[in-house]
């Protein structure tokens, strides 16, 4: 069975600094890996996927991965943090068979300093 | 307006009590989720249903019940309510053709005292 580590339980950072939030996966064949991003009081949106193809994954809101399959890793990264991205994120897992079941990791919340 | 709405949004209730949490989706999707999320534990499955006539529990469906009433509506239940089911849950569809991703409601918050 696949599971999601998410290492960081909290993160802090100051606002225009970069971000990088670390996600490893347990899964024996190629894995359909997701973030989701929790802002306060709403459900989760999807930040971005990665199924195949082009290990560097673009997201919405500024975001990106990369899936790094010697780390089994897909860390979620962005350049420049803004207030607004205060909120919890979750790495995901898909296992390659029926059912679209995914997989969460126990989040990590992210604070961002003024 | 939201494609995936749940109802109530909070619920306080006492232990024993009989929940209800509603889950209805316009987006025409035949799979459908429920999860609670804990802190520290991220989001787990309770049950799912692919279609109407398709009922399957999840990693942690005791205490716990489920009712496909329509391709849209898809409720849980708690028969005797207790104080470890205070959690956020969260209500998801999925497309068979949009393979693994999931759109989520609002999550219904509930605390059993």
């Known amino acids: 069975a696949q599971s999601v580590t998410q290492p960081d339980i909290h993160i802090t950072v100051s606002e225009g600094a970069s971000l990088e939030l670390r996600c490893n996966y347990s899964?024996?064949?190629?894995?359909?890996l997701f973030w989701y991003v929790q802002s306060p009081g709403q459900g989760l949106q999807l930040l971005l996927k990665?199924?195949?193809?082009?290990?560097l994954v673009q997201g919405i809101k500024g975001f990106e991965a990369e899936f790094k399959r010697s780390q089994s890793s897909f860390n979620l990264r962005k350049p420049s943090v803004h207030w607004s991205d205060a909120a919890e994120y979750f790495c995901?897992?898909?296992?390659?068979?029926?059912?679209?079941?995914?997989?969460f990791g126990g989040g990590t919340r992210l604070m961002v300093k003024p | 307006d939201a494609d995936v709405t749940q109802t109530p949004r909070n619920r306080i209730t006492k232990t024993g009590k009989r929940i209800m949490l509603e889950c209805s989706q316009t987006?025409?999707?035949?799979?459908m989720y429920w999860y609670r999320q804990d802190p520290g534990l991220g989001l787990r499955l309770i049950y799912y249903?692919?279609?109407?006539?398709?009922?399957n529990k999840g990693e942690i469906s005791d205490g716990y019940s489920v009712s496909r009433q329509a391709q849209a509506k898809f409720s849980l239940s708690l028969e005797s309510a207790i104080p470890n089911q205070t959690a956020l849950y969260f209500c998801?569809?999925?497309?068979?053709?949009?393979?693994?991703?999931?759109?989520f409601g609002p999550g219904t918050r509930l605390t059993v005292l």
């Open positions: 995901a897992v898909g296992a390659n068979n029926a059912g679209n079941m995914l997989t």
């Open positions: 249903s692919f279609d109407v006539k398709d009922i």
């Open positions: 899964y024996g064949a190629t894995p359909y």
């Open positions: 990665y199924f195949s193809g082009d290990t």
């Open positions: 998801a569809t999925s497309d068979p053709g949009l393979v693994h991703e999931q759109f």
């Open positions: 987006k025409g999707h035949d799979r």
